[in-house]
C-alpha cells in the first residue's frame, strides 16, 4: 500500500462545539524526520494512536509497553505519559486529539482497559486512514475527518451493543412517538424473529408488547391533551400513530373516555 501522506511530520487542528470532538489528527514518520521527547507529561485531552510500521515504547502508569506496528494506544488526560520510537526501528503513527466527556466511553467501547491493544482489521484501518489524509489533502473539512473517525470506530469497537430485551425496551421508549414505528421493523432491527419477540418480552415484563406500545402511545397522548392546544388529530400523530380513528379508539379502550373529554377533565 503506498504511504499515508507524502510528509514526514503533519498536523491538522479543529474547533468543535458539543460533548464530543476531534481537536487534532496528526501524522508522524520519525524515521524520515527522528525527534523523539524523551520528557514526562499530562495532556488535557485523549489521543488514539494507531501505530502503521516500525517500534516505540510507552512509559504510564508505572509500566513500560513496547508497541510495534498493528497496534493502537489509547491515552487519558492528567495522567502522566512517555512515549518515544525505538532507536533502530523507529515507528511511524497516526493520531486523533480527542475531548469531551464521550471521549472516555468510546475508550471503553474500544476495549482499552490496557492502554495498548493489537488493531483489528489493520488493513482496512490503514485503508481509511490514507482515505482521510487524501480527503484533508484535497480540502476536506472537520466532518469529513469525523466521518472516518467513526468508521474506525465501527471496525475496533469490541463491547457490542446490548441486543437482549432491555435492549428491545429501550428502543420502544425512545422511539414509539416515529409513525413508522412497529413491531415487525423493531423485530428486524434486533434481529430477532416477530414471534419469539412477542414471547420474550411478555415473559420479561408480563405485558404484551402490543399493549406496552400502546401505553407509551396513550400516556404520551395524554400529556400532550393537558399541556397543548394540539387538535386531537395532532395529538394522534405526534403520539405515533398514523391514523386518527384508529387513535380514537385506542384512548377509549385505555382510558375509558374519549380524547377531547379527557382535556376537557383535565
Known sequence: MEKIINKAVFSQSFVFEGDFGILNIGYHNFSKQYTPDYNSRV??????????????KLKTGGK???????????????????????????????????????SKYYGDLLGFDTPVKNCRKFGKIKYLLKECFDLIE??????????VFYKLMEISTVIQPDTGIE?????????????DFSISSLSMDVGISHPHLLRL???????????????????????????????????????????????????????????????NMN
Open 201 to 263: 418480552f411478555k415473559e420479561s415484563y408480563d405485558v404484551t408488547l402490543i399493549k406496552y406500545l400502546n401505553l407509551k402511545r396513550i400516556e404520551y397522548a395524554c400529556e400532550l391533551l393537558k399541556t397543548t392546544d394540539l387538535s386531537v388529530k395532532s395529538v394522534a400523530f405526534s403520539s405515533g400513530f398514523s391514523d386518527e380513528l384508529h387513535f380514537m379508539k385506542t384512548f377509549k379502550k385505555y382510558m375509558g373516555v374519549s380524547a377531547l373529554k379527557y382535556r
Open 167 to 179: 435492549y428491545v425496551k429501550r428502543i420502544i421508549d425512545e422511539g414509539f412517538t416515529r409513525a
Open 64 to 102: 513500560i509497553y513496547n508497541i510495534s506496528e498493528g497496534q493502537m494506544f489509547f491515552l487519558p488526560p492528567a495522567t502522566e505519559i512517555e512515549y518515544y520510537p525505538d532507536e533502530n526501528e523507529p515507528w511511524e503513527y497516526v493520531w486523533f486529539a480527542l475531548k469531551g466527556e464521550i
Open 138 to 147: 484535497n480540502g476536506g473539512g472537520y466532518f469529513g475527518v469525523l466521518s
Open 43 to 56: 495532556q488535557n485531552f485523549y489521543t488514539w494512536h494507531f501505530v502503521l510500521s516500525g517500534k516505540g
